[in-house]
């Protein structure tokens, strides 16, 4: 009843001492604006246009000066004459100084959004490296998700990190190869309008996977322009890409893109590589402030792989730095999604935001890690496939509460997300073709349902957002090879504080402190295995730093940070056993900067230490396999009304443990990309290149125990994937 009554009040309070403007910012094309900068200059106070370009601003009286900035548009500052406002924003290039740092809990959106306005992306693998301190890895030929390293966590193929598209999740939950498996690959670059991520487990939003992080990416609303696109460039790569706009007026919006890539690849075998992406989008802009967004979108691929060699067999001139052991690895997969989001602005201060969703999706794989060591007759080749649905839904309560000058943004929200995977396995097999056994053959079903509260109080220069998760798991297995019919079944549930505090000196400092509790849930096979013991390990996370500008066209942030992670089983899917994984303890440092030298140049660049180990070890033997220590990336683009565009981009990963006592290393590398693009009139002419110093280096690595078909006794040793040797393609755009 006490809380009922404190809500009241404060609803009261709001309505008798809250003066304020409200409004909506658009487009030069009257187009709305999605997170416009709104900040009143006398007063400090300052809100963002949501996905409608619709704001309301509290603490503004007739005469205030309010400055509203974007990151695609010139800046305007406007008196308040009205309590109604109606904002044009006209286009105009990118500009450092026109960025204000204002007081929200996502203030690190302004480091991803000022990189894709400087330097955009090529491929949907680069969407990842967007993040700062974030790496990744190919090693099966280009169709199978990236290894990703992030904060000290070889994350695998996702088990750490919480990915998401427009809502919908990305993360594959108990799949065959790995937890957490993230394929990126349906999405076009291109298509991407934002990225919205964060380091650590510190929002009530995000549930499970993320306690390194996570990352959101949202695809445009509207085009620009169609355009045709073809790319073509050494061993054999070709790719076509067509985004057309269906319709784009005030209210509605509506397009589909397609791309198709082919390549044979660098290694002696070639890879015979080939995917293709559809996706559509709609949008409509509703009466009342609403919004409707559909949208859809498939993709297959299919590839052979030369996988991962080792060492010995190089130096020993068995095969070349680029040959296979079993060049008979590789794979299919494809994924279908369908997703729906609905805003309802219920009146000024409420909206509430849905998303509900479904995906298709497909998985075979095979690979030889060990060759000879398991079987010495057949081989060790094994395929793992599955076939799932996902079926979701998102629902999220947003109020804001006006206190005097405290402004409280509440959000509270509920999901459900089902996973529905039939006949999941893992099978020994020959060249693909022959059968030697079943290993593990089942099917799941998994079932996450949470709730979570959030506010985000701001009362002069200060910020508090505390939060509140709630995660119910269940987890079904049943067992195909069992001779008799048995599903085995446990529930577990979590709970996840959070605590974020934020110190705004003005709009070029802020301080900020980050607490919070998150988790990763463990394979299916492994909580019945385990019969519901230690299967939802808990991550707590601290991150203390800064953002600050100390001049108008440069940017730094930096932090110091903790993550401990409790004590887990962990499934491996390539030998279909549960192995122990102990408690772990990571810190380090982050630092970035931003700073746009004259109109048209702009450099970035950010550096990473991490501290790494596992915390019940003997010190000789506490490392954390493969956890990066040293991680720098940085580049120069140069972009000019002229219509030419060139960026230089280097990313720097250091040698690191590849097993627990060090005795084996994982060699480090630098790498340098760049290209060359100008546009003239309708048509774009483009050179990208990869490697330009043709480096030596291994794209993956691990410490593996393998033995060769000619060898008495196993080694263990560096297994490598090589990385890209120089590689140039040509690309031609023609826009209309």
Same mark, same amino acid.
């Given at each position: 009843?006490?809380?009922?009554?404190?809500?009241?009040?404060?609803?009261?309070?709001?309505?008798?001492?809250?003066?304020?403007?409200?409004?909506?910012?658009?487009?030069?094309?009257?187009?709305?604006?999605?997170?416009?900068?709104?900040?009143?200059?006398?007063?400090?106070?300052?809100? !963002?246009?949501?996905?409608?370009?619709?704001?309301?601003?509290?603490?503004?009286?007739?005469?205030?000066?309010?400055?509203?900035?974007?990151?695609?548009?010139?800046?305007?500052?406007?008196?308040?004459?009205?309590?109604?406002?109606?904002?044009?924003?006209?286009?105009?290039?990118?500009?450092?100084?026109?960025?204000?740092?204002?007081?929200?809990?996502? !203030?690190?959106?302004?480091?991803?959004?000022?990189?894709?306005?400087?330097?955009?992306?090529?491929?949907?693998?680069?969407?990842?490296?967007?993040?700062?301190?974030?790496?990744?890895?190919?090693?099966?030929?280009?169709?199978?998700?990236?290894?990703?390293?992030?904060?000290?966590?070889?994350?695998?193929?996702?088990?750490?990190?919480?990915?998401?598209?427009?809502?919908?999740?990305?993360?594959?939950?108990?799949?065959?190869?790995?937890?957490?498996?993230?394929?990126?690959?349906?999405?076009?670059?291109?298509?991407?309008?934002?990225?919205?991520?964060?380091?650590?487990?510190?929002?009530?939003?995000?549930?499970?996977?993320?306690?390194?992080?996570?990352?959101?990416?949202?695809?445009?609303?509207?085009?620009?322009?169609?355009?045709?696109?073809?790319?073509?460039?050494?061993?054999?790569?070709?790719?076509?890409?067509?985004?057309?706009?269906?319709?784009?007026?005030?209210?509605?919006?509506?397009?589909?893109?397609?791309?198709?890539?082919?390549?044979?690849?660098?290694?002696?075998?070639?890879?015979?590589?080939?995917?293709?992406?559809?996706?559509?989008?709609?949008?409509?802009?509703?009466?009342?402030?609403?919004?409707?967004?559909?949208?859809?979108?498939?993709?297959?691929?299919?590839?052979?792989?030369?996988?991962?060699?080792?060492?010995?067999?190089?130096?020993?001139?068995?095969?070349?730095?680029?040959?296979?052991?079993?060049?008979?690895?590789?794979?299919?997969?494809?994924?279908?999604?369908?997703?729906?989001?609905?805003?309802?602005?219920?009146?000024?201060?409420?909206?509430?935001?849905?998303?509900?969703?479904?995906?298709?999706?497909?998985?075979?794989?095979?690979?030889?890690?060990?060759?000879?060591?398991?079987?010495?007759?057949?081989?060790?080749?094994?395929?793992?496939?599955?076939?799932?649905?996902?079926?979701?839904?998102?629902?999220?309560?947003?109020?804001?509460?006006?206190?005097?000058?405290?402004?409280?943004?509440?959000?509270?929200?509920?999901?459900?997300?089902?996973?529905?995977?039939?006949?999941?396995?893992?099978?020994?097999?020959?060249?693909?073709?022959?059968?030697?056994?079943?290993?593990?053959?089942?099917?799941?079903?998994?079932?996450?349902?949470?709730?979570?509260?959030?506010?985000?109080?701001?009362?002069?220069?200060?910020?508090?957002?505390?939060?509140?998760?709630?995660?119910?798991?269940?987890?079904?297995?049943?067992?195909?090879?069992?001779?008799?019919?048995?599903?085995?079944?446990?529930?577990?549930?979590?709970?996840?504080?959070?605590?974020?505090?934020?110190?705004?000196?003005?709009?070029?400092?802020?301080?900020?402190?980050?607490?919070?509790?998150?988790?990763?849930?463990?394979?299916?096979?492994?909580?019945?295995?385990?019969?519901?013991?230690?299967?939802?390990?808990?991550?707590?996370?601290?991150?203390?730093?800064?953002?600050?500008?100390?001049?108008?066209?440069?940017?730094?942030?930096?932090?110091?940070?903790?993550?401990?992670?409790?004590?887990?089983?962990?499934?491996?899917?390539? &030998?279909?056993?549960?192995?122990?994984?102990?408690?772990?303890?990571?810190?380090?440092?982050?630092?970035?900067?931003?700073?746009?030298?004259?109109?048209?140049?702009?450099?970035?660049?950010?550096?990473?230490?991490?501290?790494?180990?596992?915390?019940?070890?003997?010190?000789?033997?506490?490392?954390?396999?493969?956890?990066?220590?040293?991680?720098?990336?940085?580049?120069?683009?140069?972009?000019?009304?002229?219509?030419?565009?060139?960026?230089?981009?280097?990313?720097?990963?250091?040698?690191?443990?590849?097993?627990?006592?060090?005795?084996?290393?994982?060699?480090?590398?630098?790498?340098?990309?760049?290209?060359?693009?100008?546009?003239?009139?309708?048509?774009?002419?483009?050179?990208?290149?990869?490697?330009?110093?043709?480096?030596?280096?291994?794209?993956?690595?691990?410490?593996?125990?393998?033995?060769?078909?000619?060898?008495?006794?196993?080694? &263990?040793?560096?297994?490598?994937?090589?990385?890209?040797?120089?590689?140039?393609?040509?690309?031609?755009?023609?826009?209309?």
């Amino acid at each position: 009843m006490r809380v009922v009554l404190s809500l009241v009040l404060i609803i009261s309070l709001s309505r008798s001492f809250a003066q304020g403007v409200r409004g909506v910012v658009l487009s030069q094309d009257k187009k709305p604006l999605v997170n416009a900068t709104i900040y009143n200059l006398q007063t400090g106070a300052h809100e !963002h246009s949501n996905e409608n370009g619709f704001f309301v601003l509290r603490d503004v009286r007739k005469g205030d000066s309010l400055r509203i900035t974007h990151v695609s548009c010139a800046p305007q500052t406007i008196a308040v004459i009205s309590d109604t406002l109606r904002i044009i924003l006209q286009s105009a290039a990118f500009q450092l100084e026109n960025v204000t740092i204002t007081a929200s809990v996502r !203030h690190l959106n302004i480091i991803s959004d000022i990189d894709l306005e400087t330097s955009p992306v090529n491929s949907s693998q680069e969407l990842l490296r967007k993040v700062p301190g974030l790496f990744i890895g190919q090693h099966a030929g280009g169709g199978k998700a990236e290894q990703i390293f992030l904060r000290g966590f070889d994350i695998d193929h996702g088990t750490d990190i919480n990915i998401s598209v427009d809502g919908m999740p990305v993360n594959m939950v108990s799949h065959a190869h790995g937890q957490g498996y993230a394929d990126l690959h349906f999405l076009i670059p291109e298509s991407i309008g934002k990225i919205d991520f964060d380091k650590g487990p510190y929002y009530a939003n995000r549930g499970n996977l993320a306690t390194a992080g996570y990352v959101s990416f949202e695809t445009k609303d509207r085009l620009h322009n169609s355009l045709v696109q073809l790319e073509a460039g050494k061993f054999n790569s070709f790719r076509t890409l067509g985004m057309f706009n269906l319709l784009n007026n005030e209210k509605n919006a509506a397009w589909f893109a397609t791309d198709y890539i082919r390549t044979d690849g660098y290694f002696d075998s070639p890879q015979n590589f080939s995917r293709i992406n559809l996706m559509g989008k709609y949008s409509a802009w509703l009466p009342g402030n609403d919004k409707l967004t559909i949208s859809a979108s498939h993709f297959k691929s299919q590839w052979n792989a030369s996988g991962q060699i080792p060492d010995r067999a190089v130096k020993e001139g068995l095969i070349g730095r680029f040959g296979a052991i079993d060049d008979t690895e590789g794979g299919n997969t494809s994924r279908s999604n369908i997703n729906l989001q609905f805003l309802k602005q219920v009146d000024e201060n409420t909206f509430v935001k849905n998303t509900a969703y479904f995906s298709r999706y497909d998985f075979e794989l095979y690979s030889n890690f060990t060759f000879w060591l398991n079987d010495p007759v057949n081989g060790d080749q094994i395929r793992q496939k599955e076939k799932r649905n996902i079926i979701g839904f998102q629902s999220e309560f947003n109020r804001n509460f006006y206190l005097h000058t405290t402004v409280i943004d509440f959000q509270a929200g509920v999901m459900l997300r089902n996973d529905n995977i039939s006949n999941i396995e893992l099978t020994r097999t020959i060249n693909r073709k022959t059968i030697i056994e079943p290993v593990v053959l089942g099917d799941i079903n998994e079932t996450n349902l949470a709730g979570y509260a959030n506010a985000e109080i701001r009362t002069g220069k200060w910020v508090f957002n505390p939060g509140l998760r709630l995660d119910q798991l269940k987890f079904d297995y049943t067992d195909l090879l069992s001779d008799v019919y048995k599903q085995q079944s446990q529930s577990k549930s979590i709970l996840s504080p959070k605590l974020n505090i934020i110190y705004n000196k003005g709009h070029r400092l802020q301080y900020f402190l980050k607490l919070g509790k998150g988790f990763h849930s463990n394979d299916t096979r492994v909580v019945v295995a385990q019969q519901g013991n230690k299967i939802l390990p808990a991550a707590y996370g601290a991150d203390l730093g800064v953002i600050w500008k100390p001049l108008p066209r440069l940017m730094l942030n930096a932090s110091a940070w903790y993550l401990y992670l409790e004590q887990e089983f962990v499934y491996v899917g390539d &030998e279909g056993v549960v192995e122990p994984g102990g408690k772990t303890r990571r810190q380090g440092i982050d630092f970035g900067a931003r700073y746009q030298f004259g109109k048209y140049v702009f450099i970035n660049g950010d550096l990473t230490y991490t501290y790494a180990r596992a915390t019940e070890e003997p010190k000789e033997a506490n490392r954390i396999p493969l956890a990066p220590r040293i991680t720098a990336a940085g580049g120069v683009s140069f972009k000019f009304p002229s219509g030419f565009d060139a960026s230089i981009k280097t990313r720097y990963l250091g040698d690191r443990p590849a097993n627990e006592d060090n005795s084996i290393v994982a060699k480090g590398y630098c790498i340098t990309d760049a290209g060359i693009h100008y546009q003239w009139g309708k048509f774009g002419f483009g050179i990208i290149t990869e490697n330009i110093f043709n480096v030596r280096w291994n794209e993956t690595q691990f410490a593996t125990t393998s033995r060769l078909q000619h060898e008495p006794e196993a080694v &263990e040793e560096i297994h490598f994937t090589p990385g890209t040797p120089f590689n140039v393609r040509g690309v031609i755009t023609y826009k209309f």
